[in-house]
């Protein structure tokens, strides 16, 4: 795991830089309260429900959504990450900032 329980490491901060970098810096949840300006990493599925910290699994948000979410969330309104962009322009992500829910 990149993400540890005593901190992040030099992995984890690598992962987060280009998952931050492949979403332009732009939130991905759209929360009642977003900022838009995303400077966090989101797992779509949660660690605790057995997600992982790959680039797929992950997501830019910002610290309202986030944060607001809290641990030990419920899957419901889980939203899929757009494939990863070669190089991403602000129009492309914003193009795919609001993702479908996923039907099982």
């Not at 810096?25 to 429900?49: E, F, K, N």
């Not at 607001?68 to 969330?73: F, L, N, Q, T, Y």
């Not at 309104?77 to 996923?102: Q, Y």
Request: glycine residues 10%.
């Amino acid at each position: 795991m990149a993400l540890t329980e005593g901190g992040s490491s030099r992995q984890w901060r690598t992962t987060r830089a280009r998952v931050l970098q492949r979403d332009g810096h732009l939130c991905q949840i759209g929360g009642p309260h977003c900022t838009v300006d995303a400077t966090h990493v989101d797992h779509v599925i949660p660690r605790s429900h057995g997600g992982g910290d790959t680039e797929s699994n992950l997501r830019a948000a910002c610290a309202e959504c986030n944060l607001s979410r809290g641990p030990g969330r419920s899957l419901a309104g889980k939203r899929t990450p757009p494939p990863p962009l070669s190089s991403p322009s602000p129009r492309d992500t914003l193009r795919t900032r609001h993702w479908e829910v996923p039907t099982q």
